[in-house]
Each structure stands twice: as structure tokens, then as C-alpha cells.
């Protein structure tokens, strides 16, 4: 069965870093768009990062060039730079096993995405 369990959340001070990790197993992330969606309270989920298969990447505008998304063999990851009290949130890692590439899907829509991780938190003070 497909699984993906994320790791790597906590707390930190604004300006901090943060590695979150996503293990998958019963399927291979490499094929499949792989994506990062955080929750605020309240809020629906909102896409961070994706990386399809052949590699290629996109990103919030409200993350851009302070998170990079990436990926090891079963491994998805998100580093996390500089990072802000409004990027405190509930963080998940997506698979969408229907798409190599997003194409003309949009990559941020949840609806898109088959299997979820259980989520890890991000708290971060300023």
C-alpha cells in the first residue's frame, strides 16, 4: 500500500531553517508529481512546492527563494530558509499518482493529489 510519512518539523526562532522529510513507500516518488501543501488553522490547504518527475519544480510566490523542494531515491524534501512567523502551519506531503508532470493541472490544487502524509508542524516565533 502507498504511504508517505513526513518528518522534520518543530520549532524555531524567525530567521531559522528547517529540513522537513517525506518517506514514501508502495510506489516510486521519482515517476509522480511529489508535492509540499501547509494548513493554517482554519484554512484549507494551500500548495508550497512540487517537483515532478523530470525534475522541474514550482513554488508559492510567498515562499519563493526560501524553500527548495527536492528529492533522494524515497525521499521527498523541504528545506526551509529564513523562515517567518507566517510560515507557521501544518505541513504535508502530497503524491499525485495520476501525473509525472503537472502540465496544464494546477500543481497547488489539492484536489489533484491521491495520498497524503499525516502532516508534521511548523512553529516558528519571532
Known amino acids: 500500500d502507498e504511504q508517505l510519512v513526513e518528518s522534520g518539523g518543530g520549532s524555531v526562532q524567525a530567521g531559522g531553517s528547517l529540513r522537513l522529510s517525506c518517506g514514501a513507500s508502495?510506489?516510486?516518488?521519482?515517476?509522480?508529481?511529489m508535492g509540499w501543501f501547509r494548513q493554517f488553522p482554519g484554512k484549507q490547504r494551500e500548495g508550497v512546492a512540487v517537483i515532478a518527475n523530470d525534475g522541474s519544480t514550482n513554488y508559492a510566490a510567498s515562499v519563493k527563494g526560501r524553500f527548495s523542494i527536492s528529492r533522494a531515491n524515497a525521499e521527498i524534501y523541504l528545506q526551509m530558509n529564513n523562515l517567518k512567523p507566517e510560515d507557521t502551519a501544518m505541513y504535508y506531503c502530497a503524491a499525485d499518482l495520476k501525473r509525472s508532470i503537472w502540465g496544464g493541472a494546477a500543481w497547488d490544487d489539492e484536489d489533484n493529489y491521491n495520498f497524503w502524509g499525516q502532516g508534521t508542524q511548523v512553529t516558528v516565533s519571532s
Open positions: 508502495g510506489f516510486i516518488p521519482s515517476r509522480y508529481c
